[in-house]
């Protein structure tokens, strides 16, 4: 059996890239456009592998402009979602197409915006040492995985390399002012409820997830990058999920469980995928994928 390509970089000559980020390639399109290009590199504990995941890009494409496609509490920053359409030279470029967005070149926010309805990740860590999440007090008790009382904001900083750094809330509104951080809360807050109780009927959890928002000329929020993909949110399954364990996934969670089960001390350099590894996280992001476009 042939074994499967990942496109890890690109390469459009007839663009300007900008920058590379983790997992998005970002290029310069005249009247303040911006072509983004989700590739199939694999990032885990801010840390870009060698390796990428097989049509990773082109599933997080089609998830996230589903879900756009589904909220109307926003604006977001989408022009178009067959950009070969608007860039007929893109046709040259095998896989590019089905992997990219052209968008609203607007002000982003440096914030990674997340809402979490479960205790998990890095949160869960804050909570054992001082009984918070994204520094507000939760109640005790609460296990790996937990449910909590109402969904939580924690914004962290955005980093395009090295690691993001979890914030409290007062942080957050010192950084971006206090009508705009209220905003961004509640926009969060609104989307996160709203797709987990769509995706509670199809068996599905979703546990927690991020948002990125920008401005645009006339200051208005806009919700920009990706949304609920599995890059950006932890999707468990419901009929295993158990309080105590980590659940069943849909998400990269199946690489950091992997990796953490080595002896990687999750700085760069980092170790090569077993071909396994990548497979199995395919066929979970292919997974998740079919449940979402039945929404």
């Given at each position: 059996m042939q074994e499967l390509k990942a496109m890890t970089r690109t390469d459009i000559r007839e663009l300007?890239?900008?920058?590379?980020?983790?997992?998005?390639?970002?290029?310069?399109?005249?009247?303040?456009?911006?072509?983004?290009?989700?590739?199939?590199?694999?990032?885990?504990?801010?840390?870009?592998?060698?390796?990428?995941?097989?049509?990773?890009?082109?599933?997080l494409n089609r998830i996230s402009n589903r879900w756009f496609s589904k909220i109307t509490s926003?604006?977001?920053h989408l022009i178009s979602t067959t950009p070969q359409n608007e860039l007929p030279f893109l046709a040259a470029y095998e896989g590019i197409a089905e992997r990219s967005v052209l968008v609203k070149k607007l002000k982003r926010i440096p914030m990674e915006c997340v809402v979490r309805g479960y205790l998990f990740g890095s949160v869960y860590e804050e909570y054992k040492k001082s009984g918070t999440a994204g520094g507000v007090k939760l109640p005790s008790g609460i296990s790996l995985a937990g449910e909590l009382p109402e969904p939580v904001f924690t914004p962290s900083t955005k980093a395009e390399k090295g690691h993001d750094e979890n914030i409290n809330h007062e942080r957050f509104m010192n950084e971006v002012g206090k009508e705009l951080?209220?905003?961004?809360?509640?926009?969060?807050?609104?989307?996160?409820?709203t797709a987990r109780e769509i995706m509670e009927k199809y068996g599905i959890i979703l546990a927690d997830t991020k948002f990125e928002f920008g401005l645009d000329e006339d200051g208005n929020l806009v919700l920009v990058d990706e949304v609920l993909t599995p890059d950006s949110s932890r999707y468990w399954e419901l009929t295993t999920y158990r309080v105590g364990e980590s659940p069943a996934s849909y998400d990269k969670q199946f690489v950091r469980d992997y990796l953490d089960g080595t002896k990687w001390n999750k700085q760069p350099p980092a170790p090569a995928l077993p071909y396994d590894v990548i497979l199995k996280t395919r066929e979970k992001y292919l997974q998740i994928l079919d449940v979402i476009e039945k929404i």
């Open positions: 300007k890239k900008l920058f590379s980020g983790k997992v998005r390639d970002i290029y310069e399109v005249e009247n303040d456009q911006w072509l983004i290009v989700t590739t199939d590199r694999l990032s885990a504990f801010d840390v870009v592998f060698a390796e990428g995941i097989p049509d990773k890009g082109r599933v926003i604006d977001n951080g209220e905003k961004i809360m509640k926009a969060s807050t609104h989307i996160f409820t």
